[in-house]
């Protein structure tokens, strides 16, 4: 028979993750920590619960980005649809823009797993720096058009994952990866802040795939902040007005 160890409702009661939602979780835990029992089943540590916070503030909002574009111009043109609006942002969540996070998780598992077996950290982020030039690909995690040449950010989380001590080998090869990016690419490339994102959660033991839920909850806090402005302060006509006024019309040949 399928099963769920998430939760299940009684009639008297809610369990979530084995535990008793109102006699033991409600009042007694915090969002961010109960988002980690959420998602993983056991209660974080100090440093997970840190640095789960540090994440979610970090990635959480960044100017007009094309998910909060997407939604306030879905709730302009739906102001009933505030769920459907908050669905348009989180839609945009691809290898472009958040879901990078999880190809830099990706990425440092790959490399770790040859440093694993032998291999130099530096000498792994060269060859895998080189490989990904070769092919035409962009290296995850490198590259801003806005933030450069470094991404504050990215610094901060780096800064503050090496007061704490919990810098391991994900957030090594991370570094390694910036040098061997700027030699690969002939030009300094800024790290953005998806790879520190990626590298701190596997060094506190996230796995890879759990990396992504990060950033789409942290943004689906930011779009319901635009989306409340939106309300108030409309703007997503005038940026659906703005985008066909820049766009030349040109019959086909």
Known sequence: ??????????????????RDLTGELMGSMSFTEYFHLLLTGREPTDDQRFFLDLLLV???EHG????NVAARMTLAADPGSLQGAVAAGILGCGPVILGTVE??????????ERVSAGADSANVAEEMSREAHAAGDRLPGFG????????????????????????GP????????????AEAWGKPLTMNVSMPIAAVML???????????VPILARTAGLLAHLAEEREQPLG?????EAEEAVEDEPPP
Do not use: N, W
């Open 203 to 213: 060094d506190l033991g996230f796995p890879s795939a759990a990396v992504k839920s």
């Open 237 to 241: 006509l005038l940026m659906a007005a």
């Open 170 to 181: 994900h957030v090594l090869l991370a570094r390694e990866f910036r040098d061997a990016a």
């Open 103 to 112: 190809a830099c998780a990706l990425l440092l598992e790959a490399a770790q």
């Open 58 to 60: 970090a990635i959480a």
């Open 144 to 167: 801003h058009p806005v933030h450069r040449p470094r991404d504050p950010r990215a610094e901060r989380i780096l800064e503050l994952a090496d007061a704490r001590a919990i810098s």
């Open 64 to 67: 007009m980005m094309p998910t």
């Open 1 to 18: 028979m399928p099963v769920s160890h998430v939760s299940q409702a009684y009639p008297d009661r809610v369990e979530v993750r084995g």
